[in-house]
């Protein structure tokens, strides 16, 4: 799990602390106004809800045939704070899916199910997951990055075409 702050933020950060030391250093009040709207937006920023998110991935069933689809559901819980959330659909060289990132707003303790395809390349024992998400605050202070689901088995036999050749 991955937690950080955005480099807007950083840079905003670091503009109110020249300019307070500055307004301290060279005794000029101007300087202090200039800083207040950022020294808000960090305080915005600080006092809002920590992001915080769980999951569970579920297979719409454990065995297809090679070249069938199955359908995924990733069911993200949001403990934190309201969220942007990007899902980002796992895939592998025998396993495809067609969805692109998945966003949406969840707010503070939503459930949301997320659905996707997953296309089975090639027959075999298939590790699912885990998912990949991405959340960012309302004003886009932090972002989380972290897996979710862990990983499920999906058992793909051959066609029976190949089997009788």
């Not at 569970?56 to 942007?84: M, Q, W, Y």
């Not at 990007?86 to 990132?101: G, I």
């Not at 024992?125 to 932090?142: C, E, I, K, S, Y």
């Amino acid at each position: 799990m991955t937690l950080s702050l955005s480099p807007r933020l950083r840079v905003y950060t670091a503009l109110a602390a020249m300019a307070l030391i500055g307004a301290l250093a060279l005794g000029r009040p101007d300087l202090a106004v200039l800083a207040t709207p950022f020294v808000v937006l960090l305080g915005a920023a600080f006092m809002g809800a920590p992001l915080a998110l769980d999951g569970r991935l579920e297979l719409e069933r454990e065995r297809v045939l090679e070249g069938e689809s199955v359908r995924a559901t990733l069911t993200v819980h949001n403990g934190g704070g309201p969220a942007r959330v990007e899902v980002r659909p796992p895939e592998t060289d025998r396993l495809r899916t067609h969805a692109t990132a998945i966003e949406y707003w969840q707010s503070a303790g939503e459930h949301r199910a997320v659905a996707f395809e997953l296309t089975v390349e090639r027959w075999g024992v298939l590790a699912v997951g885990p998912v990949v998400v991405r959340a960012r605050d309302r004003l886009g202070a932090f972002t989380l990055e972290r897996t979710l689901g862990g990983t499920q088995q999906l058992r793909a036999y051959p066609r029976v075409d190949r089997l009788q050749r």
